[in-house]
C-alpha cells in the first residue's frame, strides 16, 4: 500500500475549527466536566506508558525507544520481526513502513530491498533479505527519518484504530490498551484470531459501556478472548502479558492505567512510578 499525503485546504480547515468550535458545549455544563476528565490512552503521558508495557512483552525491556534498531527472526512463521512494534517482513507492515520511508528518504539503505519485501511477503522467507538485511534495518535505524516513519505507521496501523475503537465503546484507558496489546500482536484482519475477531467474541459474551454494559465484566470478557486467540498459535501461548499484566492491573480496578503500576510478563518484574 502506497502512502499519500492528504492536504485539506485552509478554507475547509477554517471551517472544521468553526464547527468544532460551535459544538463544544458551555464549560459549566456537566457533559463538558466529564469530557475534560476523560483523559483517554492519546494523552502523552498514558501513551508513554502503553509504549513500555508493549515493550515489556515483545522486548523485556521499558526502553521501547531503544528497539527501532531491533531485527531477528523469532521463529513464528512471520518472517523477520523488527523495531518499534513488531513489523513483519511476513505480514505486510513491513513493506508498508518501508515503502513510506522510502517515499519520505529516496535512496535509503532500505530501499534496494523493496522488491525482495514484496515477494517474501505472506512467508516466512528471507529470500532476497539475507544476509545484509539486518545489518542495513540497523543503519537506518539511525536515522531520524527512519524513527519518524515507525512512529507514524505504528500510529496509523494499530495505535489510533485501537484507541478509536476504545473509545467508541466507551472504554477507559485500560481497555483502550487492551484493544492496542491485541491489535499489535493479532493485527485488524478477518481470521479468527484477530482483533475484530476477538471484539466479536467479547461482544457476544458482555456488552462495553456505550451499549449499557459494565466495563470490567465487558473488559474481563475481552481478556478472555484474547487469551483464547493466544492459544491458537504456538508462538503465542504464553498468556502472561494477559495474565500478569492486563487482568493485574484489572482486578486493581485501576482502569485508567494511573501509575505506579507493577506487572510481570513472561516471569520478568516491571515497574513505572
Known amino acids: ?43 502523552p503521558a498514558k501513551k508513554e506508558i502503553a509504549m513500555k508495557l508493549v515493550s515489556s512483552a515483545e522486548n523485556s525491556s521499558l526502553d521501547w525507544k531503544a528497539q527501532y534498531k531491533y531485527i531477528e527472526d523469532i521463529g513464528d512463521g512471520r518472517g523477520y520481526t523488527a523495531g518499534i512494534i513488531g513489523f513483519c517482513s511476513g505480514t505486510g507492515d513491513m513493506l508498508d513502513l ?19 519485501l514484496r515477494r517474501v511477503d505472506g512467508t516466512d522467507s528471507h529470500d532476497g533479505l539475507d544476509p545484509n538485511y539486518p545489518r542495513d534495518w540497523g543503519r537506518a535505524a539511525q536515522d531520524q527519518a527512519f524513527k519518524q516513519a515507525q512512529n507514524d505507521e505504528r500510529d496509523r496501523v494499530y495505535f489510533n484504530p485501537a484507541v478509536q475503537q476504545g473509545k467508541a465503546d466507551g472504554l477507559r484507558v485500560l481497555g483502550q490498551f487492551a484493544y492496542y496489546d491485541a491489535i499489535v500482536m493479532h493485527g485488524d484482519g478477518t481470521d479468527p484470531t484477530s482483533f475484530r475477531s476477538i471484539r466479536g467474541r467479547a461482544l457476544d459474551k ?43 492491573f484489572l482486578r486493581n480496578g485501576n482502569l485508567d492505567l494511573n501509575t505506579p503500576l507493577d506487572w510481570k510478563v513472561y516471569g520478568d518484574s516491571f515497574h513505572i512510578d
Open 1 to 43: 500500500m502506497k502512502h499519500h499525503s492528504t492536504h485539506t485546504s485552509r478554507r475547509t480547515l477554517l471551517a472544521l475549527i468553526g464547527a468544532s468550535v460551535a459544538s463544544v458545549p458551555l464549560l459549566n455544563s456537566p457533559h463538558a466536566a466529564a469530557q475534560h476528565a476523560a483523559v483517554g490512552l492519546d494523552d
Open 98 to 116: 518501508v515503502e513510506l520511508y522510502a517515499d519520505r528518504r529516496p535512496g535509503n539503505v532500505l530501499a534496494p530491498y523493496l522488491p525482495a
Open 206 to 248: 458482555a456488552r462495553p459501556p456505550a451499549q449499557g454494559g459494565d466495563e470490567v465484566t465487558y473488559l474481563n470478557a475481552f481478556l478472555d478472548a484474547r487469551v483464547w486467540a493466544m492459544k491458537q498459535e504456538e508462538a503465542h501461548s504464553d498468556t502472561s502479558r494477559v495474565d500478569t499484566a492486563q487482568r493485574v
